[in-house]
Structures are given as structure tokens and as C-alpha cells.
């Protein structure tokens, strides 16, 4: 079965330093992994996939990851902390396993971003 | 750039109530997802829809629940006799095939008291 782990619930980082979380994926297959961000009370935001392409994928806002399959880690990754980025994250696996591409939802990482 | 609409962004109803949650997803997009996420927790999968039918649904998706696309825009989920534990934000998500990435709607706030 399809799973993700997000090492950390709460990672605090300044404004300007770089930010680093974690995930680590569980799946009999290829998986195809994302990055989700939540803002306080809004939806969910695409921040980056990973599709069996380029290891190295970039995202919006500045994000990237990479996937690393002997670690099975896909870590995202930004050089600067804004404070616009303080928000939940959520490391997500796709499961094919029964054909229907369900997401599988990581506990999330609560990004705080000090002055 | 193409967006899942959800309405209504925020609903209360009272226990023992029927409610729909309505989403319009992306015009070509083929796969249908209602996801729950309950306050302070992570995102859980409810129900998957593909060609017409329910293709898979976790065990929260349980006899009170069902979906429906009745017109093929519209993809809806009813919840028959809401129970105070079905308060929750509720996303919906289409995709055109997994692994090209799904867009989720802004989501539904459902308060059951």
C-alpha cells in the first residue's frame, strides 16, 4: 500500500533562511508524488509534482523537491523564507493500486515563518 | 487557468439534517474525488468516481453517504443524516488522469450542531 510520512508536525524557521521538510514515501511502484500547501481557512494549493520525470522538480513560490529513491525521500525545499510561505504542508502519494488514483495525505507540516 | 468551483463555501445544518455539497471540476477531466478533512487533522479520501460510477470509497463512506454527477458538470455528495462528526471541510478534486496532477476546489465548510 501507498503511504507518506512527514517526519516533522512543526518546523519555525526566520524570514530568509532556508526551509526544509521532510517526507518520506512507502509504495510497491513508481509512485507519483506532490506537495500541497494550505493557508489558514482556504483550499489546497499545487505547490509541485513528481511524475517518474526529472528527480529535481521545481515548483511555484520558489519551491522544489527531490525525489530520491533510495532514500524513498521527496523533501521540499526553499533557499529564503517569506512570510507569506508561514502555512500547512502536505507531502501526497497517488495509489493506482485499485485504478482509481486516490491521494494519500501525509499528517502535514505546520511551517512557522518568525520575523 | 481552469478551477473545481465548490458551493456552498460554508454550510451549517442540525443534526439529523440532509446536506449536498455541490462541485463543478475541470470540463475534461475524467476521475472525481470527494476528500474530508476534520479540523486540525490531515485530508482523508472519501470517494473516487470514474465513468459514471463509484470506483472506490474508504470506510468513512459509509450508507449515509452517496455522490451523484446528474448532469455531467455538476459532482455532488449527499450526506443523508449528518451526524455532529461529519463536521468538516470537504474538498472536492477532479483530475484528467492521476498523474497529471489533480486540482482541488476551495472547499466546503459543513458545521453540524
Known amino acids: 500500500a501507498q503511504s507518506v510520512t512527514q517526519l516533522d508536525s512543526h518546523v519555525s524557521v526566520s524570514e530568509g533562511t532556508p526551509v526544509l521538510l521532510r517526507c518520506n514515501y512507502s509504495?510497491?511502484?513508481?509512485?507519483?508524488l506532490f506537495w500541497y500547501v494550505q493557508h489558514p481557512n482556504k483550499g489546497l494549493q499545487l505547490l509541485l509534482k513528481y511524475t517518474s520525470a526529472a528527480t529535481l522538480v521545481k515548483g511555484i513560490n520558489g519551491f522544489e523537491a527531490e525525489f530520491k529513491k533510495s532514500e524513498t525521500s521527496f523533501h521540499l525545499t526553499k533557499p529564503s523564507a517569506h512570510m507569506s510561505d508561514a502555512a500547512e504542508y502536505f507531502c501526497?502519494?497517488?495509489?493506482?493500486?485499485?485504478?482509481?488514483?486516490?491521494?494519500?495525505f501525509g499528517q502535514g507540516t505546520t511551517l512557522q515563518v518568525k520575523p | 487557468e481552469p478551477e473545481v468551483t465548490q458551493t456552498p463555501s460554508h454550510q451549517v445544518t442540525q443534526m439529523g439534517q440532509e446536506v449536498i455539497l455541490r462541485c463543478v471540476p475541470i470540463s475534461n477531466h475524467l476521475y472525481f474525488y470527494w476528500y474530508r478533512q476534520i479540523l486540525g487533522q490531515k485530508v482523508e479520501f472519501l470517494v473516487s468516481f470514474y465513468n459514471n460510477e463509484i470506483s472506490e470509497k474508504s470506510e468513512i463512506f459509509d450508507d449515509q453517504f452517496s455522490v451523484e454527477r446528474p448532469d455531467g458538470s455538476n459532482f455532488t455528495l449527499k450526506i443523508r443524516s449528518t451526524k455532529l462528526e461529519d463536521s468538516a471541510m470537504y474538498f472536492c478534486a477532479s483530475s484528467e488522469a492521476g498523474s497529471y496532477g489533480y486540482t482541488f476546489g476551495s472547499g466546503t465548510r459543513l458545521t453540524v450542531v
Open positions: 509504495s510497491s511502484y513508481s509512485p507519483s
Open positions: 501526497v502519494v497517488s495509489d493506482w493500486s485499485s485504478n482509481t488514483g486516490k491521494l494519500i
